[in-house]
């Protein structure tokens, strides 16, 4: 029977070494189980739909469906599991298309253990990781959505994004402001609709971009 206390994993990579490299870096760890594997994207589609794992380690390269496929594919069933990406650093690229599909973050594949078991606590508890260079790639390519909006911003709206840039959940932002759930996701569409963003990524990279939050 599963733990409830611990954060669930699902390993995704064609290359049967990664997979297992990872799982020994993760199953030292008292918080954290990695609850199972799978080769391709197709598969771990299929894996995160049967196993419902909180956290999915994921490769963007991979024969067949690959990991950005994978995460599009995910986020249309509406699965739960927050996939961190694991790449190579000559994939900065590729990346980009992978956090704009959904990723919650990413970490190179020579992650040393200790900054590994970080990151998946960190997009486990709703924080968006996001290296320097990922970050100024990925606002690069932002191709200017949302600039010169932000004075449309209502106070509130504002007071909602710059807890969306410091990671927090709908729940969390509600809490903190004394509002509603679905008045925090009400506030949230209106922010990315005035911005012109697309989720709540490019919403949290937009304000740590104009000063607001984090």
Do not use: C
Request: no cysteine.
């Amino acid at each position: 029977m599963a733990d409830p206390g611990r954060i669930r994993v699902l390993l995704v990579d064609d290359h049967q070494v990664v997979r297992r490299g990872l799982r020994t870096f993760l199953q030292v760890q008292d918080d954290i189980e990695v609850v199972g594997e799978a080769s391709d994207g197709e598969e771990g589609v299929a894996r995160a739909e049967e196993l419902r794992p909180d956290v999915v380690l994921m490769d963007v390269k991979m024969p067949g469906l690959d990991g950005i496929e994978a995460l599009r594919t995910l986020r249309d069933l509406d699965n739960p599991a927050r996939v961190l990406i694991v790449t190579s650093f000559t994939e900065k690229r590729t990346v980009v298309p992978a956090l704009r599909a959904g990723a919650a973050g990413y970490v190179y594949k020579d992650v040393d253990p200790e900054a590994l078991a970080r990151a998946v606590r960190s997009v486990h508890s709703g924080h968006v990781l996001l290296q320097p260079e990922v970050a100024l790639a990925l606002l690069s390519q932002d191709e200017g959505g949302g600039q010169g909006r932000g004075g449309s911003l209502t106070e509130r709206e504002r007071e909602v994004l710059a807890l969306i840039a410091d990671g927090r959940s709908n729940r969390e932002i509600a809490r903190a402001l004394v509002l509603s759930e679905k008045t925090v996701k009400t506030h949230v569409s209106n922010i990315l609709m005035k911005l012109d963003l697309a989720d709540r990524t490019q919403a949290a990279l937009w304000a740590v971009r104009h000063g607001i939050g984090a």
